[in-house]
């Protein structure tokens, strides 16, 4: 039984920040149910790293309600290797909007963070109030850094000035819209692609990265979407929320899935030199479900459609990191 909703979006204006990446795009559709007025900007029209553009932006919008879905993001070889950029992007773009936001009186925002805030010897599955317990996974701590002070701006401006500004951690998300850049994306795209292109080129083996030994907990986007919209509907408190599925797959086995979905059957070998990052991040999905959400999409069926995205939009052209 889904709690009450408390914020109903129906005639109110909502912008959607980031509406070109996989999760804004998947936000963007999933409130096309709504009957609301979706606000949505791209990069040229505002730069959400110049705190005067976005406040601009927003005291002429006026939006309502913000969904916080701009972020420069990427997978683990991206986050090691540019830790300035995932660090000082990411920063700026929260606390800009998060300012304009109060600045402008907006009624309420839904900032979305990752997993990875988490420490990365957390215990599994990881409730929300495991935040700053323990040192961060060293691959990605720029990227959880920032994202972990977007969740304490909300919180401040909440404290400070009573702002309804609240935060949702998805775990490792894809979908449609995802990334197929091997140097940048994360694990799954990363994987359909090889598994594609092993294929179709009539290679005998793919490669993964690192073991294959970690655990990932994966969402589909639109889950995750609907998601955003049901908290933001229905949460309000200080407290962030963790989005995930409610269950992890060792990297080796979701290869063998990807294989499966593909038709790629030869072998699979890993490549050492590339790291892990953490071993496990399954989130406890149990604060959500007590609100009356939980996910439709299963893993396979979630892959499947991707594989489909992939050679319908991606396939061979290598899309580059998600844009805001
Ligand atoms: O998805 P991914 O890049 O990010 O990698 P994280 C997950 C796991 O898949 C790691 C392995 O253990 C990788 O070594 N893996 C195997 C591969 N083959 C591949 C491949 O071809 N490409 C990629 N990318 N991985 C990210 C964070 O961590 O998760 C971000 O860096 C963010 O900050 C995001 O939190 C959700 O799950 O390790």
Redesign the pocket.
Known sequence: MASEIIFPLADRRVWVAGHRGMVGSAIVRRLAGENCEIIMATRDEVDLKNASEVKAFVADKKPDAIFMAAAK???????DTHPAD?LYDNLLIAANVTEAAYRNHVGKMLFLG???IYPKLAPQPIPEDALLTGPLEP??EW??IAKIAGIKLAQAYRKQHGCDFISAMP???YGPGDNFD?NT????P??IR?AHEAKVSGADHMT???T?T?R?EFLNADDCADACVFLMQRYSDFEHVNVGSGEDIA?IDL?RLVCEVVDFTGDIRTDLS?????LR?LMSGGKLQAFGWCPRIALRAGVEDAYAAFLFDGAGRGRGPAKL
């Open positions: 993001v990427g997978g683990i070889l991206a986050n995932f990752s997993s990875c691959t990605n990227y959880a775990t490792n998300l091997l994306s994360h694990v799954l990363a994987l090889k993964i990265w690192g294959g970690p990932r990297i290869a590339k790291p892990d990052g953490t991040k």
